[in-house]
């Protein structure tokens, strides 16, 4: 026990990496866990677990559910800068984000539940309220799980390399974690049973799913310490708004992201692929298996490479070349895999094995580059908050972290929308199960083409603004630098003052 609280209570970055370094892996450990009660939320309410829930399983109509998905998703983003603006002006003797931290799982992990329980038979009004009340729901309550999460991230350290790590480490937990609940769906649907009795096997998982959001968030909570310094008066909505504004590289990336909506299609689709186009719902867990390794891959390499790079990592270098690779693997998919997916036929045909491997391969392929940038991505995030600390002298995590919040609740929920508006214009015939039928061509290319050419397009538009982001390693390490002279500055002003007017009294 001793060894283990040794290192427990050791730094997770033991060299000279000259920057300030503060984490222990008691805390990153906690941090971690907290990332994977997400990583429990996300997955259980993820586009391929809903839409094929609420269109299949549910029997809500596709345009009915693509316009749930679209308004809910558009209530859900708008209300992400009204998260981070209460973020920014909380105060209290827990921080400025761990008391939404306490609370809103539990919240987020009711309407998770809620949603896969109990409304399969019920008319179809009643199921397009309660699928509606519970979406909603669940977006107002993980946007207040989710802001306070990414910015303490934000504040839980002053070093880049060291968030690198974090992210690292967060990402794997993540994976981990949340893969429980998918987990179950698949082994589930491998059995007879529940290929023709879909629902229950989704309801278990998202109670599964649940009570593991309420116990992994609580280490965040009461391990994790808030260490970034904040100006003692609240700031203004007004403050908060004008703050994101003059923020040039926070509005690239939110650009970026907002390309990366096309990207994100694919996930939309994964159980249609393995059922009506693969011809088999036991193939779910194969498309699972190959998107696996990669958050492990990028969480273990990433922070290597930042910290072997040191002050010459050039994080746009880096995120751009993983949108080349991602963009070239994408299109090699479409030109190898075509041809035998398009032409099958699902209900009476097996696909062959070697198309199933090369769809793995290609998955994999892209998914490793698509992780790479994801975790670029959360620092460059991260150096936005300090940049505008740099510039103004304020420091909003919150408002900042809600605009990147904001672009990808809507890139989710938009996705959703266009894969599903697609599959309804493209004539996708729905089933109440997940034994395939005959659909038309103009199905099948619609499908193939949400996990490859429509994903291509979107990493080829994210080049552009990502251009134009202007913060390099050496720019970061200049800008802390001169934050930390500012606040050490303040410090001895504040002293100053106090010194002078116990004198006078």
Not at 159 to 166: A, F, Y
Not at 304 to 312: D, S, Y
Not at 403 to 413: D, I, P, V, Y
């Amino acid at each position: 026990m001793a060894r283990i609280k040794e290192l427990l209570d050791s730094k997770i970055i033991k060299s000279d990496v000259g920057e300030e370094t503060v984490l222990t892996w008691r805390e990153t450990i906690s941090y971690a866990l907290g990332r994977g009660a997400q990583g429990l939320s996300t997955a259980m309410m993820s586009s391929k677990n809903i839409n094929y829930f609420m269109t299949n399983l549910m029997g809500i109509p596709l345009e009915i559910v693509s316009n749930i998905r679209f308004w809910c998703g558009i209530w859900d983003a708008f209300n992400d800068p009204i998260m981070g603006v209460l973020v920014d002006k909380t105060n209290t003797a827990d921080g400025k984000m761990r008391p939404y931290i306490r609370i809103a799982p539990i919240v987020s992990a009711f309407f998770t539940v809620m949603l896969f329980v109990g409304q399969t038979g019920f008319p179809d009004i009643v199921k397009i309220i309660w699928a509606t009340i519970a979406m909603i729901g669940w977006d107002m309550s993980y946007t207040a799980f989710d802001i306070p999460m990414g910015a303490l991230a934000f504040s839980i350290t002053p070093s880049g390399i060291e968030r690198t790590k974090l992210y690292g480490i967060s990402s794997i937990f993540r994976a981990v974690i949340g893969a429980m609940p998918q987990v179950f769906v698949i082994v589930a649907l491998m059995i007879p049973y529940f290929k023709e009795n879909t629902a229950p096997a989704y309801t278990v998982a998202a109670i599964v799913a649940g009570i593991g959001m309420i116990l992994f968030s609580r280490p965040t909570y009461r391990v994790c310490q808030e260490r970034a310094s904040y100006s003692e008066n609240e700031p203004t909505v007004k403050q908060c708004f004008q703050l994101l504004i003059q923020n040039k590289p926070l509005f690239m990336l939110f650009l970026a992201n907002m390309a990366f909506l096309l990207v994100t299609v694919q996930s939309a689709v994964t159980t249609y692929i393995a059922v009506d186009l693969m011809g088999n719902s036991s193939y779910i867990g194969a498309l699972e298996v190959a998107v696996a390794p990669a958050p492990f891959i990028a969480g273990i390499f990433v922070p290597k490479l930042v910290e072997k790079l040191g002050p010459k990592a050039d994080f746009v270098k880096i995120y751009r070349a993983c949108c080349l690779i991602a963009a070239a693997m994408n299109l090699l998919f479409f030109v190898t895999c075509a041809k035998p997916l398009l032409t099958l036929d699902a209900v009476n045909e097996k696909l062959s094995i070697w198309v199933v491997v090369l769809m793995i391969i290609f998955i994999a392929g892209y998914t490793i580059p698509l992780e790479f940038k994801n975790l670029l991505g959360k620092e460059m995030e991260a150096e936005t908050v300090d940049y505008i600390e740099w510039k103004t002298g304020e420091r909003a995590e919150g408002i900042m972290l809600s605009l990147m919040s904001f672009t990808g609740k809507l890139t989710n929920s938009a996705s959703s929308a266009i894969a599903l508006f697609v599959l309804g214009i493209c004539n996708y015939v729905t089933h109440d199960d997940a034994i395939p039928v005959a659909q038309p061509l103009s199905a099948k290319i619609a499908l193939f083409s949400c996990i490859t050419l429509i994903p291509m397009v979107g990493y080829l538009l994210m080049l552009i603004p990502i251009k134009f982001f202007g913060i390099t390693k050496e720019k970061h390490t200049e800008m802390l630098k001169e934050i930390q002279a500012r606040r050490k500055s303040d410090i001895q002003s504040d002293e100053t003052e106090i010194e002078v007017e116990e004198q006078n009294a």
